[in-house]
């Protein structure tokens, strides 16, 4: 069993839509998570960043922490053409330098 | 500013072949980097520098596959006597190391997409 599991997808909504993506972990010793969103062909880049528990908002993207579930969360609201793109969770530990990243979910956002 | 950038962009290799995969980070960003990027896997990590040290290799899959740093600058990831299974994109990062650990922000690159025949 992997360390973070991310549903790959494909996940296909309409423009506007809220979209959700998620991930659960199992290792209980991670205490920093993030989100990575990758264009094709282009290398990953920094969305959001929670440390611990709890909701972190910003514009129109939401990340949530629920460390009792093993479970985080990000929303987007009103979605656009322009979010088509893949989504990798990823996180790591106090005193760590690497991060560890789920599988990616494949969004695409349909005018 | 420039980001970090790798080069090749695309590199085609025979089985049993060795290759080079080079990245320059962010100027001044003291930790390096290196991760694969296989098809439904995920981002793998591979190794981390700090300055030209590499204090965690962890994740470089055999003793076929090396990395260097020079110059507290650019790193070369050779992979040795290719195998098939090591096809995949090859994504570099790098960040300033501010605080240290992970809330140092890593940029990364564009990725070497290796395709091992």
């Known amino acids: 069993q992997k360390e973070v599991e991310q549903d790959p997808g494909p996940l296909s909504v309409p423009e506007g839509a809220i979209v959700s993506l998620n991930c659960t972990y199992s290792?209980?010793?991670?205490?920093?998570f993030m989100w990575y969103r990758q264009y094709s062909r282009k290398g990953p880049e920094l969305l959001m960043y929670?440390?611990?528990?709890g909701n972190k908002e910003d514009g129109r993207f939401t990340a949530q922490v629920d460390k009792s579930s093993k479970y985080i969360s990000l929303f987007i609201r009103d979605s656009q053409p322009s979010d088509s793109a893949t989504y990798l969770c990823?996180?790591?530990?106090?005193?760590?330098?690497?991060?560890?990243f789920g599988q990616g979910t494949r969004l695409t956002i349909n005018p | 500013g420039a980001g970090v950038s790798q080069s090749p962009s695309n590199k085609v290799t025979e089985k049993g072949k060795d290759v080079e995969l080079r990245c320059d980070p962010i100027?001044?960003?003291?930790?390096l980097y290196w991760y694969r990027q296989s098809l439904g896997q995920g981002l793998e990590f591979l190794i981390y520098?700090?300055?030209?040290?590499?204090?965690?290799k962890s994740g470089l899959p055999s003793d076929r596959f090396s990395a260097e740093r020079t110059g507290g600058s650019v790193s070369t990831l050779t992979i040795q006597r290719t195998q098939q299974e090591d096809s995949a994109v090859y994504l570099c990062?790098?960040?300033?190391?501010?605080?240290?650990?992970?809330?140092?922000?890593?940029?990364f690159g564009p990725g070497t997409r290796l395709t091992v025949l």
């Open positions: 520098f700090q300055g030209n040290s590499a204090p965690d």
């Open positions: 290792n209980s010793a991670f205490q920093y």
């Open positions: 990062a790098s960040s300033l190391e501010l605080a240290g650990g992970p809330t140092d922000t890593q940029y």
């Open positions: 929670t440390y611990s528990s």
């Open positions: 990823a996180m790591t530990w106090t005193g760590a330098q690497k991060l560890v």
């Open positions: 100027s001044g960003h003291t930790a």
